[in-house]
């Protein structure tokens, strides 16, 4: 009698695939066979409860295994046999096959593999195969490397995203919508190469002359009928950029952004112990930039931003700055009527924290400067 485990099927998971999502070459798959079983043949077979095969095989498909070869009575089925049997292994053997597809439903799905054993006689074991999708794609860092600059200059924008597959390329595409007072906001298809952490680097192609926000988009597909997409916001700011709003009917010319705003900012050094500030209520919609300098010996420093808007339908979020390196950026949204709250955490440090506010409207952004624990975060 054998053991269930004479049969083992490798990966445990395959990523669904459809459409721009497939893989063009397919996926392997594993089988290992143990030393003790005298295998002539193997078949390979999954269910099919739906109306489409959810593991298919084409003229690619093949086994890789020198003196096996395959062939395909049926979608979801491989067979393979010996052609020209090598000596008996002193180890178990492993069955590679290549060029298996995968559909575009997720879930668990049954692999049967029944073994040849000679005439009359068969094992088989049934194993789990997990189809699964990818992971929710997530922007993070979407900053310009520079957050001011002079008129008719191309900002550079930063920022990570997913990591690129073995090949160099990212299973889905970016997209940049730009927004001033000239044009109305248009998205364009990026062409980007990360590298292999997925940190990446653009810079715009059109010279600015004011100030403009910049909204990221990444999509990319996960199986026949759904998408999953990650969104990022920030801005650049044009000295002596026209940023008026033109002439309107009911008040004239007006100013769609005015003078930054230097707000108190939060330290944490040995004369100088206020590591939170607590805002008051903002009085109206505006932009919060917050800049992390670290000393050029000083570990990692931590800045954490708590926003609070005054609505019942908005959650609280919360923000995090941590880094050793020269310089980092933030940009909060914040909404009119919200309480925000900037503390600096960990030693003492000589790390300085420059915050300003930007208001889409008008009203300064006050707060007070304190000390506090981490608990009270």
């Given amino acids: 009698m054998t053991s269930p485990a004479a049969l083992q099927l490798y990966p445990a998971t395959l990523p669904c695939t459809h459409g721009e999502n497939t893989a063009p070459t397919g996926h392997t798959l594993r089988v290992r066979i143990d030393s003790d079983l005298p295998c002539h043949a193997l078949r390979l077979e999954t269910a099919h409860p739906g109306t489409a095969p959810r593991l298919t095989t084409d003229d690619t498909t093949a086994v890789t295994t020198p003196g096996w070869h395959t062939t395909r009575p049926a979608p979801g089925t491989i067979h393979a046999h010996h052609t020209d049997p090598p000596p008996p292994p002193d180890g178990h053997t492993w069955l590679e096959l290549t060029g298996v597809h995968t559909g575009p439903d997720p879930g668990p799905l049954e692999v049967t593999l029944t073994a040849d054993l000679g005439p009359d006689h068969t094992t088989t074991t049934v194993c789990r195969l997990e189809l699964t999708t990818p992971d929710t794609p997530k922007i993070t860092g979407f900053t310009p490397e520079k957050l001011t600059i002079e008129r008719d200059t191309q900002p550079v924008l930063l920022w990570r995203g997913p990591k690129p597959g073995e090949d160099g390329t990212l299973p889905g595409e970016y997209f940049l919508q730009r927004t001033d007072s000239k044009q109305p906001p248009a998205e364009k298809k990026l062409s980007v190469k990360p590298d292999k952490e997925g940190y990446c680097r653009y810079p715009v192609d059109t010279k600015l002359t004011e100030t ?158 304190k000390q506090c624990d981490q608990g009270d975060l």
Avoid: M
């Fill in 212 to 369: 403009t926000a910049f909204l990221l988009r990444y999509s990319v597909k996960a199986g026949q009928h759904q998408t999953l997409e990650d969104r990022a916001v920030t801005f650049v700011i044009v000295r002596e950029g026209d940023i008026h709003a033109g002439d309107l009917s009911a008040n004239g010319r007006v100013t769609l952004l005015a003078t930054p705003q230097e707000c108190p900012a939060p330290a944490n050094s040995e004369t100088d112990k206020n590591n939170c500030v607590d805002y008051d209520p903002a009085p109206t919609d505006g932009i919060l930039a917050v800049k992390l300098r670290p000393p050029s010996d000083s570990p990692q420093v931590t800045v954490k931003v708590i926003v609070d808007p005054d609505s019942a339908d908005t959650h609280r979020y919360v923000r995090e700055l941590s880094t050793a390196a020269p310089e980092v950026n933030l940009q909060l949204p914040i909404p009119r009527a919200a309480t925000c709250r900037i503390a600096l955490l960990g030693e003492p440090t000589t790390a300085t924290v420059d915050v300003h506010w930007f208001a889409l409207g008008s009203g300064k952004l006050t707060g007070k400067r």
